[in-house]
């Protein structure tokens, strides 16, 4: 079946090493070299890296930078420039929204569009490919699919610039021996968890009944998995993306054993927080701490007010006492602060009887 006949047309578009490539168009000197862009704190990892880096030592993303500037230690380490990153951004985005009408915007270097009806899809992604290097002097990489689950995935296979086309009857024949691990939103410890099973591919994972697969995974995430198998996805290009919460966080250079400090941290925390979302005008009942501890344990503890806020002495007292409730007995790495359960959207916690785990019932109103 031609892309002109299929029942959706999703397109995936993703720059490539869009931070770097934001700073080899400022610093032009730099290209064919060796770049990272990272934080200069012993515990600040790499935001991104150009192709060369990656190619000369396997430096990418989400990498400790201690690691990256001991596996290259002659390449040129760059701190990043967020309002550059942003700016080039709002360019990209424009030339996709001034091509085609439905366009879901998911970071500042990627984004969903259905092309659903158009034409030429094909033509019109390599349009919009080339309007963008016009403009900015970054290119991209596409892939177009049946859905947005498969778009994703298909621009990975013509990294860096290049464009694929790949409907789902090919993909179930090309990715058969894949892990499921292929899908986004199967992680690892779901990889395991069907390895266990005897599931190691997805052809495997397309076989099994969708009733076995959710005796083991429950109902609603085995149902998911059976469609995922089958490289099934009906998640549909939305224009807006509804803000579901908001946080700041921190990472301690040195990890943090003293409560006061912690506390201190968490007011300075919160009035950021508090700040963000008075600028938006949003408010939210869900108020939560997330801590990471010295050995990687992540813990969350929350607690809903009665009624939306976006206050700051309700948000600091009851992260203070979420905190303190807490207690941690280790030293902490990380620290952040949520707000959650906006204005508008239902609560998921009060439709429980009881509080579920990590859910503390405090004694608070939202009255200041």
Known sequence: ??????????????MDAFYASVELGKRPELRGKPVVVCGS??????????????????IHSAMPAAVARRRL????????????????SAQVMEVLRRNVETVEVVGLDEAYLDLTGLYSPKATMRRIAA????????TCSVGISESRMLAKITSELGKPAGLVVLSREDALVRFAGDSPGLVPGIGPKTVARLEAIGIATLTELARRQASELESTFGPRSGAWLHARGRLWDETPITVS??????????????DVRQRGELEKHLVELAAELCRRLAKREL?????????????????SRSHSVEAPTNDLAVVTR???ELLRAYDP????????????????????????????????????????
């Open 329 to 368: 007995q280790r030293p902490v790495r990380l620290l952040g602060v949520r707000l959650a359960s906006f204005q508008g959207e239902a609560d998921p916690v009060a439709a429980e009887s009881e509080a579920p785990a990590g859910q503390l019932r405090l004694g608070f109103s939202s009255a200041a």
């Open 41 to 58: 704190g012993p515990r600040a990892v790499v935001t991104t890296a150009s192709y060369e880096a990656r190619k000369l030592a396997g």
């Open 283 to 299: 408010e939210g009942r869900t108020i939560g701490i997330k801590i990471r501890l010295d050995d990687w344990t992540n813990v």
């Open 318 to 320: 009851v992260a203070l």
């Open 241 to 254: 993306r509804e803000t579901k919460s908001q946080s700041t966080e921190i990472t301690f250079d040195v």
């Open 1 to 14: 079946m031609s892309i002109e006949n299929w029942p959706r047309s999703i397109a995936h578009l993703d």
């Open 131 to 138: 309007e963008i290097r016009a403009d900015t002097g970054l």
């Open 73 to 88: 230690p002659d390449a040129v380490y760059l701190r990043p420039d967020f309002p550059a990153y942003r700016e080039a």
